[in-house]
């Protein structure tokens, strides 16, 4: 199984900071990598597909970068509603996993 | 507009089985394979395998083969996922997600809402 290691598990940040996330995978998975934004009591929902497409109606301030074994989340400028714990999902080999989330509060 | 409603929350006692369901609505429920993920209380996205609606073929994570089975009736547009013989680390929010069209698996760009299921004695 391909294993998915994300940091920070935890970051606060204050409003209009940058916001980084990593997620390096065990294997190259080439760009089969997707990011998830998920609020509490809510169903994950997902802003990028394939390490750096942005899903249609997820603002441009959310980005993807990367490939093969290292991986990068960006929110170019941190707003109140993105807090939320954040997810990396690998789609290269069954099977699929998840990276361990990375919670994101506002200072 | 693509929809996919899950029925509502179960408790069951260890040993038991459990069947959630996953009615799907605004697409050709035949063209999109279905997987199922859950979540454990405050831990991180598991996936356990999905469903071909058209042929019903499946693909189950190795960690539930023997106990996880998914299922569907095209006339309802609904999956199912029963999981059997229950253990409390089986306590956890179970979803059902959509990936596009022409792929067996990749990114799940519809999710339900997701159903509770709580094991305990």
């Known amino acids: 199984d391909i294993q998915m290691t994300q940091s920070p598990s935890s970051l606060s940040a204050s409003g209009g900071d940058r916001v980084i996330i990593t997620c390096r995978a065990s294997?190259?998975?080439?760009?089969?990598l997707n990011w998830y934004q998920q609020k509490p009591g809510k169903a994950p929902k997902l802003l990028i597909y394939?390490?750096?497409n942005l899903e249609r109606g997820v603002p441009s301030r959310f980005r993807g970068s990367g490939s093969g074994t290292d991986f990068t989340f960006i929110i170019s400028s941190l707003q109140p509603e993105d807090i939320a714990t954040y997810y990396c999902q690998q789609h290269d080999n069954l099977p699929l996993t998840f990276g361990g989330g990375t919670k994101v509060e506002i200072k | 507009q693509v929809q996919l409603v899950q029925s509502g929350a179960e408790v069951r006692k260890p040993g038991a089985s459990l069947r959630v369901s996953c009615q799907a609505s605004g697409y050709t429920f035949n063209a999109y394979f279905m997987h199922w993920v859950r979540q454990a209380p405050g831990q991180g996205l598991e996936w356990l395998g999905w469903?071909?609606?058209?042929?019903?073929?499946?693909y189950y994570a190795q960690k539930f083969q023997g106990r996880v089975t998914m299922t569907r009736d095209t006339s309802i547009s609904t999956a199912y996922m029963e999981l059997s013989r229950l253990r409390s680390d089986d306590t956890a929010v179970y979803y059902c997600?959509?990936?596009?069209?022409?792929?067996?698996?990749?990114?799940?760009?519809?999710w339900g809402q997701g159903t509770l299921v709580t094991v305990s004695s």
């Open positions: 997600a959509r990936v596009p069209a022409g792929h067996s698996y990749g990114f799940f760009e519809y």
């Open positions: 394939d390490a750096s």
């Open positions: 294997h190259d998975i080439t760009n089969s």
């Open positions: 469903i071909n609606p058209n042929s019903g073929g499946t």
